[in-house]
């Protein structure tokens, strides 16, 4: 079946410029998490979503950066203001959750962000 | 969460196993070991977890020790395409656990 799907695969933006990343997750996982990936670094950890629960956004670093989830459905991260340092691979990547083992991750392909 | 510890970087001959080492000495009894891989340019692909014991797919094996403070992910016969990031990270099954990938290890085959 399809994989997590994200677009668009590449933004460029103005320093300034508001930018909006969407993320398509597997039909019927319930967990959603998004992540940066900046040149030459691991992963890391933004936002989780799950179902209707309240999501964790400990991982946004600043006020700038929203995510909104409708249920089970599309993901959206927003970038308010950019700067140069937001220029980085976002990453989506949704997870059944139905208990067990089963709590792997499927990674979309990353929204790579650059920022001028 | 558990953190990981991994070597930045290893080389690996082409047709030979590649071992990576994981030590996770803070894991918990409830938390599985996974392990994921980035090719270049592209999102982590899923390998393989385990809890206690080893474990083996189509891709790959893993073993744990029996203490389950480390674990080695092996490629049995490495080849060019599985030049990748490799990252070993810890999590609970089955409910939400914020978890860390850390910075991996890199491995390359070497023709």
């Known amino acids: 079946g399809a994989g997590v799907s994200q677009s668009p695969s590449n933004k460029v933006t103005e320093k300034g410029k508001d930018v909006e990343l969407r993320c398509d997750p597997i039909?019927?996982?319930?967990?959603l998490y998004w992540y940066r990936q900046r040149l030459g670094q691991g992963l890391e950890f933004l936002i989780y979503?799950?179902?209707?629960?309240?999501?964790?956004k400990s991982g946004l670093p600043s006020d700038r950066f929203s995510a909104e989830r409708t249920g089970e459905s599309v993901s959206t991260l927003t970038i308010q203001r950019t700067q140069q340092e937001d220029s980085a691979v976002y990453l989506c990547?949704?997870?059944?959750?139905?208990?067990?083992?089963?709590?792997?991750?499927?990674f979309g392909p990353g929204t790579r962000l650059t920022v001028l | 969460d558990a953190k990981t510890t991994q070597p930045p970087s290893m080389d690996c001959a082409e047709g030979r196993a590649a071992n990576l080492p994981c030590n996770h000495s803070?894991?918990?009894?409830?938390?599985?070991v996974y392990w994921y891989r980035q090719i270049h340019s592209q999102g982590p692909q899923y390998i393989i977890h385990?809890?206690?014991n080893n474990e083996t797919n189509e891709m790959a094996s893993l073993i744990i020790t029996e203490d389950r403070k480390s674990s080695t992910l092996i490629l049995p016969h490495a080849t060019l395409r599985d030049t990748a990031v490799y990252y070993c990270?810890?999590?609970?099954?089955?409910?939400?656990?914020?978890?860390?990938f850390g910075t991996g290890t890199k491995l390359q085959v070497i023709p």
């Open positions: 039909s019927g996982h319930t967990a």
């Open positions: 803070t894991i918990s009894g409830n938390e599985y």
């Open positions: 979503f799950q179902g209707n629960s309240a999501p964790d």
């Open positions: 990547a949704s997870s059944p959750l139905l208990g067990g083992p089963t709590d792997t991750q499927y």
């Open positions: 990270i810890v999590s609970f099954s089955g409910g939400y656990q914020k978890v860390t």
């Open positions: 385990g809890l206690k």
